[in-house]
């Protein structure tokens, strides 16, 4: 199994004190994307303000990871994006004006 490896001694302490037996199994960043899809799948029905709330709160744990790993979110989704429209425009809505192109 692939992943990211933290070298943080830190985290390598907290991990000393909390036994593995007490964190989950590590997962893939496929297999969550995998849930997350299979999740939303299942949705139908489920009244929109709940939807909407569990989506927010999942928003706001990827926000609190980001910070907990001083990543930009809106630099890394921008990235995201512009790279998505190099690979397959039609996948992207709207206009997304890369770096290198030219407005008519």
């Known amino acids: 199994m692939s992943g990211i490896v933290c070298h943080d001694p830190v985290r390598a302490a907290e991990e000393l004190r909390n036994p593995v037996s007490h964190r989950p199994a590590p997962v893939s960043l496929a297999t969550i994307k995998d849930l997350l899809n299979a999740y939303a799948d299942e949705c139908t029905g489920v009244?929109?303000?709940?939807?909407?709330?569990?989506?927010?709160?999942?928003?706001?744990?990827?926000v609190r990871l980001a910070g907990r790993l001083d990543l930009d979110l809106i630099e890394a989704g921008q990235r995201q994006i512009a790279q998505a429209a190099q690979v397959a425009p039609r996948l992207v809505p709207g206009r997304v004006v890369l770096p290198d192109d030219k407005e008519n």
């Not at 009244?47 to 990827?62: I, K, M, N, Y």
């Open 47 to 62: 009244p929109r303000e709940r939807v909407e709330r569990e989506f927010g709160d999942l928003l706001l744990t990827l």
